[in-house]
């Protein structure tokens, strides 16, 4: 029970903490594409190398939900790797927000894990790919981390992501899928302290 609560307690005080310390800055001038339909089949296009830098003429836009939870697998992933070694650096690989970073650095002495981590452990349901650009990513799924965290750590969000540096990021989350999570692909992102 209280690692249910505490888990349900760091997902939502993360959402809220991203949501109130995410910097706003001015919006990129480039033309942006929201994608209204749910994409639910796969298309003949494949992403290779997801989340790393890519030396073929392969593109790192995702273009399937397929796609976009095979990426956001492995960030959470690190996220909890991160959390569960206390490991700063793993966490940097994942996010571009401060607010993630200090929210992950604030778990560290009191996150509940009943086992470590896996990638296999991170699975996702109910997504649907809300917008996929070649600088941003939203999705809204289902995480469910029960397998390595316990019962009830299942949470609903929009989960934004930002292609810094050839990879993909986590920038921030969102509680609602009508929430303003489009103002994300377009501001400003601070280097992380």
């Not at 003429?57 to 959390?83: K, M, N, P, Y």
């Not at 995480?143 to 986590?170: C, K, N, P, Y």
């Not at 969102?174 to 489009?182: A, I, P």
Request: with cysteine; proline share 4%.
């Amino acid at each position: 029970m209280i690692r249910r609560l505490v888990a349900g307690l760091i997902v939502v005080g993360l959402a809220i903490g991203v949501w109130a310390l995410w910097p706003r800055g001015e919006p990129d001038p480039s033309p942006t594409t929201t994608v209204n339909a749910v994409a639910t089949t796969t298309t003949a296009t494949t992403v290779a190398n997801l989340n790393t830098s890519s030396t073929t003429e392969e593109s790192h836009v995702v273009t399937t939900v397929e796609e976009a939870e095979a990426v956001l697998r492995q960030l959470w992933f690190g996220w909890f790797e991160g959390i569960y070694n206390q490991d700063e650096e793993r966490i940097r690989e994942v996010v571009a927000s401060q607010a993630l970073l200090d929210s992950a650095i604030a778990a560290f002495p009191t996150a509940a894990f009943e086992t470590a981590p896996t990638e296999s452990g991170v699975r996702l349901a109910d997504s649907e790919l809300l917008f996929a650009d070649e600088q941003c990513l939203v999705l809204w799924a289902t995480l469910d981390v029960t397998d390595f965290s316990g019962e009830g750590a299942v949470e609903s969000s929009v989960h934004v992501l930002r292609w810094i540096e050839d990879s993909w990021h986590l920038t921030t989350l969102w509680v609602n899928k009508n929430d303003l999570w489009e103002t994300d692909c377009e501001s400003l992102l601070e280097p992380l302290s």
